[in-house]
């Protein structure tokens, strides 16, 4: 089997997977929309508004090598929303680099992106492929806001927020409980440092009153994107939910992790997270509304004489995601990537253009750039 098609959307079944094909049609790119249960993709597919004006193709596939691999062939680009992806995601990256694909993915794990980079960079880069794992807004857009500080020559530390409204779909919270299990990490004068278990920190949030619980989340794609950028010794991601009541439960999820799970056996705390991630979130959100679902990435840039902050406010991040990954197809089915192998979505495609297309959509706000440069 070989396609004509330039994209394969694999886990499209999924709430994400459905609107990166919502946001193919507007990019005008014919897509295959692939995984397990082709009766699933069918009913997801169907229900993306105007899909009639878009050429696709939906397949059922199995979670092979090998499989996935003759599906992908012919194509150029995988979109990947199939997570846990540090238990789902080998497969399908060494598929796409035997078909001669770009990868991308939406993951929140940090240590499938360390996994991704160490185990596959060089062979992409070898490829002139792309390999970009996090190609989503929970990590993408505080990017922006990341370059957007770093264009004031003498920063070398970064302090990254993120919060948005919204509920986490059934595989975000499949993540977020195997994000608990592994170890995170920042950046501290050019090294990785380990995130104390369970942590959980107070933090100001522009244009609020109140003060916030964030979480490292995992630790986030930011250490890793920044660990071998000469601009950047340090690096601190925070995230969270502005719904205050969500992101004490999972701070209590994390600290009851730490204490009653983490000592078990490694299959029997897989079992105890596993039930966990199901009992808290088993179904579909709601699509998204712009006017209530919104977003807020704040970062601080220090150097030794030197601060900027950048706040972006911006809407709906599930959505910017879908459009993050089909705007992310289309210039590597056109031009190609600016940086071949691991890469950041503004590595590979520039974070002005990222964030011009966003704006387009109507999904950011212009920076807020302030600060001091001595």
């Not at 980079?117 to 929970?138: I, N, V, W």
């Not at 794609?221 to 950047?232: I, M």
């Not at 204490?259 to 056996?265: A, G, R, S, V």
Request: proline share 5%; aromatic share 8%; hydrophobic share 45%.
């Amino acid at each position: 089997m070989s396609t004509d098609k330039p994209v394969v959307i694999y886990g499209a079944s999924g709430y994400t997977g459905r609107l990166i094909a919502e946001y193919l049609r507007e990019f005008n790119l014919p897509f295959i929309a692939a995984g397990r249960d082709a009766k699933r993709i069918a009913e997801a597919i169907e229900n993306v508004p105007g899909i009639d004006t878009i050429e696709y193709e939906i397949v059922e596939v199995e979670h092979t090598v090998e499989a996935l691999t003759e599906l992908f062939t012919g194509a150029k680009v995988i979109c990947n929303t199939v997570g846990p992806f540090a238990s789902f995601g080998d497969e399908v990256v060494q598929a796409a680099l035997a078909a001669g694909c770009h990868y991308l993915d939406t993951t929140g794990e940090q240590n499938w992106v360390l996994h991704a980079r160490d185990a596959y960079g060089q062979k992409f880069a070898d490829e002139g492929l792309l390999l970009a794992p996090s190609t989503a807004y929970m990590h993408s857009v505080s990017d922006i806001a990341a370059n957007v500080v770093l264009e004031t020559e003498g920063i070398d530390s970064l302090e990254l927020l993120t919060l948005f409204s919204g509920t986490p779909t059934f595989a975000s919270t499949q993540s977020i409980f195997t994000i608990l299990a592994a170890d995170h990490f920042y950046l501290e004068q050019d090294k990785l440092v380990q995130w104390p278990g369970a942590a959980a920190y107070k933090v100001q949030v522009p244009g609020q009153h109140e003060i916030f619980t964030a979480l490292p989340w995992g630790g986030s794609a930011h250490p890793v994107w920044w660990q071998d950028d000469p601009r950047v010794a340090n690096a601190r991601a925070l995230s969270g939910v502005f719904d205050q009541a969500l992101m004490d439960g999972v701070a209590a999820m994390a600290k009851h992790f730490e204490e009653n799970i983490k000592p078990l056996p490694p299959l029997e705390q897989k079992k105890a997270l596993e039930e966990q991630a199901s009992g808290v979130q088993g179904g579909m959100p709601p699509r998204e509304n712009r006017r209530i679902h919104r977003t807020l990435d704040s970062v601080i840039g220090r150097g030794p004489n030197k601060l900027v902050h950048c706040v972006i406010h911006g809407n709906a991040t599930y959505l910017q995601t879908g459009a993050i990954q089909a705007f992310a197809a289309r210039q590597l089915i056109v031009a190609g990537p600016r940086k071949a192998g691991f890469a950041s979505a503004c590595q590979a495609f520039g974070h002005r253009e990222l964030l011009g297309m966003l704006q387009g959509f109507g999904f950011l706000g212009d920076p807020i750039v302030t600060g001091h440069v001595g």
